[in-house]
């Protein structure tokens, strides 16, 4: 079993910035990667980007493409969200969640709160 667990959330003005952290524990060595989702309240939930353990190859979706970095400190099994120029239409719950070799996403970790004032 894998255990994620989300860090980092908070308040922040429009155009400010926040780093995220997923720190990932337990059977850590069968995933492939970490992806970050968001969910804004009365919204589906929205992906975000993910990285993978191996390499550090990431994908963003276009709506934080140039605005957010995915990093990795595989020495740590932790994953970093970082989040520049954020909008107020980034407020969400954020989660990280692994990747398996599918493709598919599972192990979610409970979230955490971004919230951007303008």
């Known amino acids: 079993q894998v255990q994620l667990v989300e860090s980092g959330g908070g308040l922040v003005q429009a155009g400010g910035s926040l780093r995220l952290s997923c720190a990932a524990s337990?059977?850590?060595?069968?995933?492939?990667?970490i992806g970050w989702f968001r969910q804004a309240p009365g919204k589906d939930r929205e992906f975000v980007g993910y990285?993978?353990?191996?390499?550090?190859?990431?994908y963003y979706a276009d709506s934080v493409k140039g605005r957010f970095t995915m990093s990795r400190d595989n020495a740590k099994n932790t994953v970093y969200l970082q989040m520049n120029n954020l909008k107020a239409e980034d407020t969400a719950v954020y989660s990280c969640?692994?990747?398996?070799?599918?493709?598919?996403?599972?192990?979610w970790g409970q979230g955490t709160q971004v919230t951007v004032s303008s």
């Open positions: 969640a692994v990747r398996m070799q599918t493709g598919a996403y599972g192990h």
């Open positions: 990285i993978m353990w191996s390499g550090g190859s990431t």
């Open positions: 337990g059977r850590t060595f069968s995933t492939y990667g």
